[in-house]
């Protein structure tokens, strides 16, 4: 059994197998006496495994970002044992049967399709198979509905009821049998699952199925023995993934974190934390951000903050009142705040787009992620009756990270995986579209992970939206260097480049001459929203000089500029470059001198600041030993030496833990 990842341009999936791992353990409880079952996540692995020992069952998980691999090599595992029996499991199913028909006829490799919830499904799938003695087509011609299963006898489907798994508790544990001990080998990180459900139903979102909205959950024992478990045996890794839809809305995720609390005093792990926060309960979303002391990555997504797109979406999201506090609550922690916008939901436009950027970034939420509208297959929102209603205009695109030339079984396949992006509607222009992502790469560049952060204090002196200061600077280009203006027309261009209008045509792309050759070297496909903050990230002083540039015409704008406050501008600018740019060369420890007292400054008011002038105190800038070893270990885990790595480094890590340390000198 496998959950592969791509490999080609970095490990592109980097969590543990988790779904997979857990059919197995159920498999292995079950079925231990007749079958041996092993779990991989690396196609090599796989490989290697099927050379040496032929077996008679591949089952493989589907997402969107690796089903086109789990294809690719089931197909040439069933060329080197035309035995096998193939089944594919996972989210990247359809909901209806003549969907699904058409999806099972396009990978005809699949035999079974087990969709939902997969532990007592593929397990019940074994035993038919079992009483057949492993023939296929008798299982297929007996007709027989398998309960979240799914396969094709004489061109018809066949579909078993999508049937939850209501005692969860119940089920085995691939941490605590040990099955995932040779994960913490490798770098993967650990990803692990306390719930399952999520009560809400968005449209674009898998999990938003009515079937999916119960709530079940693991006892807090096993919770709380796989979480101390997984603490002890890590190797490598500072992170921690949990699964949970909705994670600190529960009042038994309290205690969850304080589980997680008592790991990371008694082991330092994990240092991040990251889960999907819930919608609502909000004051045991505060308890837990505040008990986890930084190390939550803690998001109010909203996806949009207006009334008709929500409805459209069916989506309801925490109260604006409630985003400020939980941002607030995250301040002075250096832990990060986010919140998800997506770009060209139904009846999205510029104008509601901006407003959904102006609400998340005016609230204090320190970082925003921007996701174009992906269609991802399954969900009500990819049906053609939605497609037409918003008039969507959906474009292939080679998804980012995930291509790659693939040697398997000595016969070689370019495969890719491919993304659906929604790129105008009845309501968002093509044009708009573009205008759009640029202003989501400024916000990209100026406001997520802190990077300017202090610069933007003086702006709240004088009651000035930093929204507004970086629409100035998409719509003032007279602003930019040639570096700035190079970066953000390269942007536009790539994020028009390679949209193709349908499967085979992308299909037929990625097989012409060195096109996945320039999707591994980054010439081609990359995620260019965060290609192109690592560029910025590189030309850090070119982009603080706009920023600076841009809050000098806005104080001017709100008659607050003078003399003084620019001389405070600029030793700030400095005072930022010197913490938070370069951080490779973190051997580096740089002297400086400012008139201006910056200590503590994220509890400051710009006016503490100007009242803290002095005759100049010596700085010293360093990383201490422990920020060497995280910023070593982040850097060759993400590979960020290259553009694409130091994009996902800066994605996702905590930047705030890896800026310099300073101490002032006494004079
Ligand atoms: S709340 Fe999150 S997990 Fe639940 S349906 Fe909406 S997007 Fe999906």
Request: hydrophobic content about 35%.
């Amino acid at each position: 059994m496998a959950d592969l990842t791509h490999t080609k341009q970095g490990v592109q999936a980097k969590c543990f197998p988790l779904g997979v791992g857990l059919v197995a353990e159920y498999i292995k409880q079950e079925l231990g006496n007749i079958l041996n079952v092993e779990i991989f996540k690396y196609p090599s692995d796989l490989e290697e495994k099927c050379i040496q020992y032929k077996p008679e069952i591949l089952a493989l998980s589907s997402y969107a970002w690796n089903h086109e691999l789990a294809n690719n090599f089931a197909k040439a595992y069933k060329s080197y044992n035309p035995e096998a029996i193939i089944i594919f499991g996972g989210p990247n199913f359809h909901h209806v049967d003549d969907e699904r028909k058409k999806f099972l006829l396009r990978y005809d490799v699949i035999d079974f399709f087990i969709f939902g919830e997969g532990e007592i499904a593929v397990v019940n799938l074994l035993h038919e198979l079992i009483l057949n003695n492993y023939d296929v087509n008798k299982v297929k011609n007996s007709h027989k509905y398998i309960n979240n299963c799914s396969y094709i006898s004489n061109n018809i489907i066949y579909s078993g009821n999508n049937i939850r798994i209501k005692k969860i508790k119940e089920m085995p544990s691939p941490y605590l049998s040990g099955t995932f001990d040779k994960f913490f080998k490798n770098d993967l990180i650990p990803l692990y699952e306390t719930t399952r459900g999520c009560p809400f139903s968005c449209t674009f979102c898998s999990d938003g199925a009515s079937i999916k909205n119960k709530i079940y959950r693991h006892t807090q024992e096993v919770i709380n023995e796989t979480l101390e478990y997984i603490a002890n045996k890590k190797e490598y890794i500072d992170s921690l993934i949990l699964a949970d839809l909705n994670f600190g809305m529960y009042n038994e995720d309290i205690s969850t974190c304080e589980k997680i609390a008592e790991t990371k005093q008694k082991y330092g792990y994990p240092v991040f934390f990251s889960a999907s926060a819930g919608k609502s309960k909000f004051e045991n979303i505060l308890k837990s951000v505040k008990i986890l002391d930084g190390s939550w990555f803690v998001g109010a997504s909203v996806q949009s903050t207006d009334i008709d797109v929500l409805k459209n979406i069916k989506r309801k999201n925490l109260p604006y009142d409630k985003m400020i506090e939980l941002a607030n609550s995250t301040k002075d922690k250096g832990s990060v705040s986010y919140t998800e916008i997506i770009l060209a939901l139904p009846d999205d436009s510029k104008i509601k787009h901006f407003k959904s950027l102006k609400t998340s970034i005016d609230a204090g939420l320190n970082s925003i992620k921007m996701f174009q509208l992906m269609l991802l297959t399954g969900t009500e929102m990819s049906g053609q009756e939605s497609i037409d209603k918003y008039g969507m205009s959906v474009k292939f695109r080679v998804m980012p990270g995930a291509a790659g030339e693939y040697t398997f079984f000595e016969k070689k396949y370019c495969i890719a995986e491919f993304e659906q992006i929604v790129v105008s509607n009845n309501t968002l222009s093509y044009e708009d579209y573009i205008e759009c992502r640029l202003m989501d790469l400024i916000v990209e560049i100026f406001i997520n992970n802190a990077t300017f952060y202090e610069l933007f204090i003086v702006l709240d002196k004088y009651n000035i939206s930093k929204f507004d200061t970086l629409k100035y600077i998409k719509d003032n280009d007279n602003l930019y260097t040639k570096k700035v203006k190079d970066i953000f027309n390269s942007f536009k261009k790539d994020t028009q480049q390679d949209l193709f209008d349908t499967y085979d045509e992308i299909l037929s792309f990625i097989q012409m001459k060195d096109i996945i050759e320039k999707h591994i070297t980054g010439e081609l496909g990359n995620n260019e929203i965060l290609d192109h903050k690592a560029l910025s990230f590189i030309e850090y002083e070119e982009f603080i000089d706009l920023l600076y540039r841009a809050i000098v015409c806005m104080l001017k704008e709100h008659n607050g500029y003078n003399i003084d406050i620019d001389k405070v501008l600029i030793q700030l600018k400095d005072f930022i470059v010197t913490k938070n740019s370069s951080l490779h060369n973190y051997d580096l420890i740089e002297q400086r001198v400012y008139n201006y007292d910056f200590s503590n400054i994220r509890t400051k008011s710009f006016d503490d600041i100007v009242n803290s002038k002095n005759e100049g105190m010596e700085y010293e800038f360093y990383h201490t030993n422990e920020q060497k070893a995280i910023i070593k270990n982040i850097y060759s885990s993400y590979a960020g030496n290259t553009i694409a790595g130091l994009g996902r480094l800066i994605q996702k890590s905590n930047m705030n833990i890896m800026y310099r340390n300073f101490k002032i000198k006494d004079t």
